[in-house]
């Protein structure tokens, strides 16, 4: 089975804070994804990886970096944590290839900025 | 990337009933998705249909795909209580996959 692991289920933080959210897997998967989960407004991809030291803009990547020094690690960086970034952050990795399969899912890490 | 939606937004049923839910989608895909979310967890897969497929099935869940209408839909067969979650639809037309607002699903004992 296919384990992505998320490095904190929940987290508050301040204003201005930097916040770094980790992502692990276990399935040698090439890609990996951020997301962000906000009531009504369903998933939007903010950043994705498909190699490392790879990365590509997704939808909403403003206020957002990442990095992907192994492959198995994609983190996802607020540089300065500003409150319209509380929500509900998801990481997924997937196989390689040129048509999306399934994707997997890491539990979720829940971040109220304050 | 435009979002897909799902109708309806929310669905209240008892245990035993059916549960179906719809998805519309604004692009050529190679394939759709379905996923399931319990409350505050990650998402699930459940199952995939390509683009050249009409319907598929897996377990209680059946899953048809128009792509003349750019529709999909899910239906749940003898609904249980621990079918309670949220259900989304995903389109893949290239490298991502483009999620929809989902479906919240009560399944009431």
């Known amino acids: 089975d296919v384990k992505v692991t998320q490095s904190s289920r929940y987290l508050v933080k301040r204003t201005g804070e930097k916040v770094f959210l980790e992502c692990v897997q276990d399935?040698?998967?090439?890609?990996m994804f951020w997301y962000r989960q906000d009531p009504g407004l369903g998933l939007r991809l903010i950043y994705f990886?498909?190699?490392?030291?790879?990365?590509e803009k997704g939808d909403i990547p403003e206020g957002y970096s990442v990095s992907r020094e192994k492959k198995e690690r994609f983190s996802l960086i607020l540089e300065s944590a500003s409150t319209n970034q509380t929500s509900m952050y998801l990481c997924?990795?997937?196989?390689?290839?040129?048509?999306?399969?399934?994707?997997?899912f890491g539990p979720g890490t829940r971040l109220l900025v304050l | 990337s435009q979002q897909g939606e799902e109708d309806p937004q929310a669905l209240s049923i008892q245990e035993g009933e059916n549960a179906t839910m719809n998805c519309s989608y604004k692009?050529?895909?190679?394939?759709l998705q379905w996923y399931r979310q319990n409350s505050g967890r990650g998402l699930v897969h459940l199952i995939l249909i390509r683009s050249n497929e009409r319907e598929k099935h897996s377990g209680r869940l059946r899953v048809t795909l128009d792509t003349s209408k750019k529709s999909s839909s899910l239906l749940i067969t003898a609904s249980r209580a621990a079918d309670t979650a949220s259900y989304f639809c995903s389109e893949n037309a290239g490298n991502m996959l483009t999620f929809g607002g989902g479906t919240r699903l009560m399944v009431k004992p």
């Open positions: 997924a990795t997937g196989l390689a290839g040129g048509y999306q399969e399934t994707q997997y």
């Open positions: 990886s498909y190699d490392v030291k790879m990365k």
């Open positions: 399935m040698d998967h090439e890609n």
């Open positions: 692009t050529s895909i190679n394939n």
